[in-house]
């Protein structure tokens, strides 16, 4: 902790720590100390090409500038392109959107001149390399940015120097609906697929040739997502047919598989693509993709968002190539990487899908069965799910809520939310984890703990919060009852963002907990550690283990057996490939 106290003594010294300096592959970075973490923070950086004109619909380009002076790596770089902008544009948004942020313990942990300056390559060789979670954002693969507050990594590299094990954390940016998952045989035939994946692919190979600069560990790199982010996860672990090619070595998913979204082809999309054609005046174009190149931003934009398309939006394809099969496919062959794998699910996923205020009779279920999911489910396979999840409101989703129906949500809401639960996480998730497991160690969570809701606090510590209480005059809530555990409802335990997590303190010893397996997972995959609940691998029961995620007052966190609706979610599983996925 050399590095930490020097730092601490120039503080108490009145003096000013110099901001860091970085130098890459193409050049210097200047990033921002902050003194309230003692961290280095590098926002902002270019890991390609800017997606726009002759490389928009193209594979992302590597930099191929150099300079000499410094540039300034202070601000989160702009979103990319999605129809959320009050949301997402917040640091602006445009085309040239490639950027990586990185986030580090400053001192000996990292590449950190104790007069400002760059270091030499002695000093940064003698320094600890530290092991680089990288975090790929969610939001649908339509919409999202690294730079969301939910999404700020201070708060997990400071959890990682307090146990001991410091980590560097890292986010990125990705192309988004059309403008990242674009398809139709042309974009097929000139093999610029899946750019979405392509674009993460393109960050892990700068993290392999430039990471090392910031004091971070390129052997050790664990992928870590969330919604669509873990679907992002799964399908990087299948790329190619399970080829790494050596740009990670873990892996951890957070309510989400490369089977719960759509894997459409042509026949999907090419309609959509020669509209876009059409409407931009490109129709008589010999070369109808290049054509779109030249077509202005203001003019392009709206017909590349999902709010612009039926069904369920812009996914990535079996193109052949980075995805060569359908996911299910490749799982079944164990064509993935066999990697260590954290991964799990929230215990009322179905209440974020879930059609509300809609669902009232078994006619409402078996319309919206038949024609809302994407199975084309026939007749009798309606049937058999609705035996398998009746109308019993204690058997529904939110869990543990008894006979209460939220019937203002619809008669038959908890029914429909237990099963699309089932479809778009819990059943995949069940496929997914039982063939992980079989090459590689495999832990699986259920979190079970309903999230606040309305509380902001940034203290770190707790402290100076609001008086003795820690709640200050914010409004504290749990999240409301119908939604229950929902998705999403585990980042901020992960993030050990307090103004997330709340002031209570069995959320915060569940937050503290958490952080920790999921630092200890990055370190050696595997989150076991002194103090912490055994996690059991999963295949150590024929039934599968799962440990569950909850606060004390709730019981504490323990073991079960994967059985939960074990026979719906395996039927549903059978019927995955009538998804395209």
């Given amino acids: ?119 030499t390559e002695e000093a940064q060789s003698s320094k600890q390399k530290l092991p680089v979670l990288l975090w790929i954002h969610g939001g649908g693969y339509q919409v999202g940015t690294s730079a969301l507050p939910n999404y700020n990594l201070t708060y997990l590299v400071q959890r990682s120097v307090d146990v001991g094990l410091p980590v560097l954390a890292a986010s990125i940016n990705y192309r988004k609906g059309g403008w990242g998952n674009m398809y139709s045989r042309e974009i097929q035939g000139s093999g610029n697929t899946n750019l979405a994946l392509r674009d993460m692919r393109k960050a892990l190979a700068w993290i392999q040739e430039n990471i090392g600069a910031f004091g971070g560990d390129a052997s050790s790199v664990t992928i870590w997502g969330e919604s669509a982010g873990s679907f992002a996860v799964g399908q990087l672990l299948m790329s190619y047919g399970g080829r790494t090619d050596g740009l990670f070595h873990r892996s951890i998913q957070e309510s989400g598989s490369a089977a719960t979204a759509w894997c459409n082809g042509s026949d999907w999309y090419q309609p959509i693509y020669d509209k876009i054609v059409d409407r931009t005046n490109c129709t008589q174009a010999i070369d109808t993709l290049k054509c779109l190149r030249t077509v202005d931003y203001d ?140 090459h590689a160690p495999t832990y699986i969570y259920r979190f079970n703990t309903r999230p606040l809701a309305g509380y902001v606090n940034t203290d770190y510590n707790g402290t100076n919060a609001g008086g003795s209480s820690g709640d200050g005059n914010a409004t504290v809530m749990l999240a409301p009852a119908y939604k229950g555990v929902a998705h999403f409802s585990e980042v901020g335990f992960v993030f050990a963002n307090p103004g997330s997590v709340g002031p209570w303190p069995g959320y915060r010893a569940l937050s503290r907990m958490m952080s920790e397996q999921w630092i200890r997972f990055a370190y050696t995959g595997n989150p076991n550690g002194q103090g912490l609940p055994r996690w059991p691998r999963y295949n150590e029961s024929k039934k599968g283990f799962n440990l569950v995620l909850q606060t004390e007052e709730q019981g504490g966190t323990y073991v079960e057996e994967d059985t939960y609706r074990i026979e719906g979610r395996e039927y549903l599983t059978k019927w995955a490939r009538r998804r395209h996925v």
Avoid at 44 to 65: C, I, K
Avoid at 304 to 323: C, E
């Fill in 1 to 119: 902790m050399a590095g930490r106290s020097l730092v601490k003594s120039l503080l108490v010294a009145g003096l000013t720590v110099a901001n860091p300096i970085v130098r890459v592959l193409n050049g210097s970075y200047e990033g921002l100390y902050l003194p309230s973490f003692q961290q280095d923070v590098f926002l902002g950086v270019p890991y390609a090409q800017d997606t726009g004109g002759a490389n928009r619909f193209r594979v992302p380009q590597s930099l191929v500038e150099t300079w000499t002076s410094v540039r300034d790596a202070k601000v989160y770089g702009p979103a990319c392109p999605d129809d959320q902008i009050a949301v997402d544009g917040h640091y602006g948004m445009s085309e040239d959107c490639l950027s990586i942020n990185i986030v580090r313990p400053a001192g000996s942990y990292g590449s950190y001149g104790d007069d400002g300056r760059e270091d």
């Fill in 299 to 438: 003019v392009i934009f709206p017909f590349l968002n999902a709010s612009a398309l039926p069904g369920p939006g812009w996914y990535p394809t079996v193109d052949g190539d980075v995805i060569p099969a359908y996911p299910t496919e490749l799982l079944y062959q164990g064509r993935f990487a066999h990697v260590p794998h954290l991964y799990g699910t929230n215990s009322d996923e179905g209440t974020d899908n879930a059609p509300v205020g809609v669902i009232n009779t078994d006619a409402d279920l078996y319309t919206y069965l038949q024609q809302d999911t994407g199975f084309g489910f026939p007749s009798s396979t309606i049937r058999r799910i609705m035996q398998l999840y009746p109308d019993d409101p204690a058997k529904g989703i939110p869990l543990n809520t008894g006979p209460e129906r939220f019937a203002d949500k619809g008669y038959q809401y908890k029914r429909v939310a237990a099963i699309v639960g089932d479809v778009f996480y819990h059943a995949p998730r069940l496929d997914d984890a039982r063939h992980y497991a079989e």
